[in-house]
C-alpha cells in the first residue's frame, strides 16, 4: 500500500537551531501535502498545505516565516522550523494526497517529536 | 465551514465489550468522505473504516462498523468484542473530494480506554 516517509522521528535541539523535517511520498505521488501539529492530548491542528511548486497555503494564525515548507517535487515536502524555541516542541505530522487512492486518499506519516531545550 | 464534533472525551469500556464512539459533523456538501482514525501510544494516524456519502450502506471492517446517518450528519463507529489493542484516541474525520486541496477535518477526539 502507499506509504509516507517522516524524518526525523525524533529531534532534540537546542533554543535558536533552525530544524528541517522531511515527508516523503514513496510510492506515489503527491500533489499536495499537508502539515499538521499536535499538542498531547489534542488532536490535530493544520497548519498548511502544500502544493508542488507553489508557495504554501498556511492556516490562518501560523507564521509562515516561523516554520518554512517546500514541495520541491511529487514525492517531498520539507517543513522548516526556523529558530525553534521552546513553545515550538510538539508533535508534527505530515499526510499526502494520492489523486488514486480511493480507499485511503490521505496517507500519512509516523510523525515528529520536535523537543526545543 | 465543516465541522466535526466528537462529544466523549475519554470512555472506557472492559475488554470483550461493544462500544460505540459519537460524531456529529456540519457540511454543505453533497459529496465527501467521513473517516474514522486510530492514534495510538505510538501516535500513527491509522486508518480505521471510511464511509463514501453516497453510499448508503454502513461501512463494516471486520469488529469495525459504522451508523451512517445522513440526513442527521451523525457517524458513529461501533467497536465489537473490544480488545487491549483498541485502547487508543480516536478521530472521527470529513473530507470533501472536489479539489487537491481538500484537506481532513477533525474532530477533537475520544480518548479509549479498554479495561482487562
Known amino acids: 500500500g502507499a506509504v509516507v516517509s517522516q524524518h526525523p522521528s525524533r529531534v532534540i535541539c537546542k533554543s535558536g537551531t533552525s530544524v528541517k523535517i522531511e515527508c516523503r511520498s514513496l510510492d506515489f505521488q503527491a500533489t499536495t501535502m499537508f502539515w499538521y501539529r499536535q499538542f498531547p492530548k489534542k488532536s490535530l491542528m493544520l497548519m498548511a498545505t502544500s502544493n508542488e511548486g507553489s508557495k504554501a497555503t498556511y492556516e490562518q494564525g501560523v507564521e509562515k516565516d516561523k516554520f518554512l515548507i517546500n514541495h520541491a517535487s511529487l514525492t517531498l515536502s520539507t517543513l522548516t522550523v526556523t529558530s525553534a524555541h521552546p513553545e515550538d516542541s510538539s508533535f508534527y505530522i505530515c499526510?499526502?494526497?494520492?489523486?488514486?487512492?480511493?480507499?485511503?486518499?490521505?496517507?500519512f506519516g509516523d510523525g515528529t517529536r520536535l523537543s526545543i531545550l | 465551514a465543516q465541522t466535526v464534533t466528537q462529544s466523549q472525551p475519554e470512555m472506557s469500556v472492559q475488554e470483550a465489550e461493544t462500544v460505540t464512539l459519537s460524531c456529529t459533523y456540519d457540511t454543505s456538501e453533497n459529496n465527501y468522505y467521513l473517516f474514522w482514525y486510530k492514534q495510538p501510544p505510538s501516535r500513527q494516524m491509522i486508518l480505521v473504516i471510511r464511509q463514501e456519502a453516497y453510499k448508503q450502506q454502513n461501512a463494516t471492517e471486520n469488529r469495525f462498523s459504522v451508523n451512517f446517518q445522513k440526513a442527521a450528519k451523525s457517524f458513529s463507529l461501533k467497536i465489537s468484542d473490544s480488545q487491549l489493542g483498541d485502547t487508543a484516541m480516536y478521530f472521527c474525520a470529513f473530507m470533501k473530494l472536489v479539489n487537491r486541496d481538500d484537506k481532513i477535518i477533525f474532530g477533537k477526539g475520544t480518548r479509549l480506554h479498554i479495561l482487562p
Open positions: 499526510s499526502a494526497r494520492d489523486p488514486q487512492g480511493a480507499h485511503q486518499p490521505q496517507h
